[in-house]
């Protein structure tokens, strides 16, 4: 009897962790992950893009690093000046990646990304210098605001 509950239990344990797996990998993407996965390549990986849409979207620090095609290393944060929603954070994001290409950065680094959301001086790869305006205020900074809040 004892043997007979003990595997029981077993049994049903695997199937319940099975099916929460099973679960998990039909349960479909959050907004913050849909956005993640859409920038991720553009922000020079999974983690960064993360680290944008999590900072962006909670108001929260944000911290991107970049490998260049140099082996070269591009590290640049912020925090934004309030939390924005997904509408906002996507509207972010996507007018920095428009603003950059119009320049022909189409594979920024972490400081052109930076410049890009909050404004700032990149080189374009002519050699050029650029202001950039920013699309979104960072704390300490107190120009309007152009993307939406929450």
């Not at 595997?7 to 998990?24: C, G, K």
């Not at 390549?41 to 991107?64: K, Q, Y």
């Not at 404004?119 to 210098?129: D, F, H, K, L, Q």
Request: hydrophobic share 40%; charged share 15%.
């Amino acid at each position: 009897m004892k043997t007979y509950r003990t595997t029981l239990a077993a049994s049903l344990a695997a199937s319940l962790a099975f099916a929460a797996t099973a679960m998990a990998a039909s349960a479909p993407p959050t907004e913050a992950s849909r956005l993640s996965s859409e920038y991720a390549e553009w922000a020079g990986g999974h983690s960064n893009a993360e680290s944008l849409v999590a900072g962006l979207r909670n108001g929260a620090p944000v911290t991107i690093v970049t490998n260049g095609r140099d082996r070269s290393v591009s590290i640049a944060g912020f925090t934004p000046a309030s939390a924005m929603s997904y509408g906002g954070v996507s509207s972010a994001l996507s007018g920095a990646q428009h603003s950059l290409s119009r320049l022909g950065i189409t594979k920024p680094n972490a400081e052109q990304i930076q410049a890009a959301l909050i404004g700032g001086e990149i080189r374009t790869a002519s050699g050029a210098t650029t202001v950039m305006k920013g699309s979104v205020v960072a704390r300490g900074n107190t120009p309007n605001r152009v993307a939406s809040s929450r």
